[in-house]
């Protein structure tokens, strides 16, 4: 009887020790994931509608500043066709002056004399004294008529008094024949035409005329 019980004793030790070999040491911890599927769609979802602009908060580009600079540089770089200037008279010359056809014989206005008519007409003050008959001293007055000799000799010097063109403010007293005579080579009737005025037309103190 007692050898029956050792011998299963030992069949159930022999059994127990074959079961520990086929069995692994330690069993390894189930393995937990991190992140859980759901909450990796959630947080994919919040960051796509976080990048969304929403309405009314779209970003509009600012508009490009254009300083006055860049307009400047803008037009500097167009060349804009342009028309033939308008030949113009040198300055201080009086060459170009109207001339109008000298007259048989002049009657004298306020402020004219002899060698202002001999300036105007490019005529030799002595030819026209000499044509009328005059000595020197002799006095003549407005409204005189003084005979212009056809054949006369030319003016010598400078028939020119005063720099033209230029303007010129009138003072009391003032007529187109007497600023006339101030300038020496410049006849009434171009000033009267280059300032749209009559020829005797009485002259305001202070206004400025241009003498041509």
Known sequence: MKKTSLIILIAIIASLMFSACTMSASTPPPVTPTTN???????????AIAKTPKAGNTQVPEETEVTEAALTETAAAVV????????TQEEGSTDVVTEYPVPDSYTLHSGEFIFCLARRFNILPEDIMDYNGYEYGTLLFPGDTILLPPNGRGYLGDRALQYHPADYTVIYG???YSIACL??????????????????????????????
Do not use: W
């Open 37 to 47: 599927l759901s909450e990796i769609a959630r947080q994919a979802t919040e960051t």
């Open 80 to 87: 804009e066709p342009t028309s033939t200037p308008a030949p």
């Open 174 to 176: 003032d007529t187109l």
């Open 183 to 212: 300038y020496g080579d410049v006849d009434p009737r171009s000033i009267a035409a280059a300032n749209d005025l009559d020829i005797d037309q009485v002259l305001t103190p202070g206004t400025v005329l241009q003498i041509p």
